[in-house]
DNA sequence: ATAGATATAGTCGTTTTCGACTAGACGATC
DNA sequence: GATCGTCTAGTCGAAAACGACTATATCTAT
């Protein structure tokens, strides 16, 4: 079912996507994925765009329809879903909805080593960021609203927003319930945690002497 | 404060965290993260580790210490970590837990263009999904609690997998939500969502028909 | 005693991905 | 009418990442 896809950046769906609407200049696509705001969920890049838009042509997913010319302005080519364009996309999409894939996050790379900073400068670091979160949830919510009434676009249209909110909005929680258990140390391991900080510092401070007072 | 890192795939965090503790050999860092479940929560690859260790070398940021040969297997390179090792380590960290990073999920791509499907499948798919959700929670769940017993770790070293599953929780809850607004209409979008199917449904039809009375 | 499985320890070539750069058209502004 | 910034529309080379493959050692069950 989920065999490897002959193309796997998203931007590949992204663009059999806007094909499977009508036929497009590789320009136009980014244009209109700014517009729907769909830049915002799938990796968009010039430089990958026309790289994918080859791999997609090279497997017959998508061909090219015409090239047309405007003034002096470059050469545009203008491309169409084939067939198998169609079926891949459906079939993509469908293993999208479906099945959960394991994502490696920055975020949980910081915190499997957290240990690696003093318990205090943690939870200061953690604060701030919960204060990041909070700046990123209002924005994105009044962003979501405007976008929503300037445009008419329906809730169904903005559904990847409201994803994307909802998960911001459980880090932020969760990351709030953490910084509390580390400031009053309730968190299990907090000891040993503070003991070898405090040891590294109290080596610190015994070699500064030596060097002092030798 | 965040300029761009010269090694930037966070697997090169996870190696000067090693560094960090004692020297050792790529293979070793292999089994010691593997061992305390950090290739969970950063990937892992050897073809990219040992890119990866080159690139920490270039930079000056780990250094060989020793080549050991143990009976006829290959050669076993020691690194250890430099000065500008741990001050790039720790710059690191802070900065991954101080500030959100914009990420892009699989499964937004998916949402994105989930109105290329029709509604009745669409919410098929998500409540597969639910189902799949479900099982990975409740094993992530217990293998959290068997590997704290077993080895006795403290919250503190398993902290990035609460978060992993808190995240995944939240996602459950609200495809949950998705699938019951879709399924009962109430889902704004849902009536030109239907509609746009269930034309090309019509025309679909048709096409046969004429095909087959010519 | 030995076949087969698993662990150790990587290499290599290809494909992807990205960042930096180019360059004309067009409108506004001084 | 020179210049400044922005929009349109890409190209190019370097770096990163990956999957597939290799090869020996050691364990294990028959």
Redo the contacts between chains.
């Keep these: 079912m989920s065999s490897k896809r002959k193309v796997s950046n998203?931007l590949a769906?992204?663009v059999m996507?806007l094909l499977?609407e009508r036929p497009m200049h590789p320009y136009e696509m980014v244009s209109t994925m700014r517009e729907r705001g769909?830049h915002e969920?799938?990796?968009l890049r010039y430089s990958s765009l026309y790289s994918v838009v080859d791999a997609l042509q090279r497997e017959a997913l998508i061909e090219p329809r015409e090239v047309v010319r405007e003034g002096k302005r470059p050469e545009r080519t203008v491309y169409g879903i084939t067939g198998a364009g169609r079926e891949e996309?459906?079939d993509w999409?469908?293993?999208?909805?479906?099945?959960?894939?394991k994502?490696?996050?920055?975020?949980?790379?910081?915190?499997?080593?957290?240990?690696?900073?003093p318990p205090d400068?943690?939870a200061e670091?953690?604060g701030?960021?919960v204060r990041?979160?909070e700046g990123?949830i209002s924005e994105m919510r009044s962003h979501i609203d405007e976008v929503a009434k300037q445009f008419e676009l329906?809730?169904?249209?903005l559904?990847?927003s409201?994803?994307?909110l909802?998960?911001?909005?459980?880090?932020l929680e969760?990351v709030r319930g953490?910084v509390r258990e580390i400031e009053d140390g309730t968190?299990?391991?907090?000891s040993?945690?503070r003991e070898i900080h405090s040891e590294l510092e109290k080596a610190r401070a015994e070699a500064l002497d030596e060097r002092e007072n030798p």
């Design positions: 998203p769906l992204a996507a499977y769909k969920s799938v990796r996309f459906l999409l469908r293993e999208l909805l479906r099945e959960p894939v994502e490696y996050t920055q975020f949980a790379a910081g915190l499997s080593f957290i240990a690696g900073l400068e943690a670091l953690l701030e960021r990041l979160l990123e329906p809730r169904l249209l559904i990847e409201e994803h994307e909802i998960l911001k909005e459980a880090e969760w953490l968190l299990e391991g907090m040993q945690w």
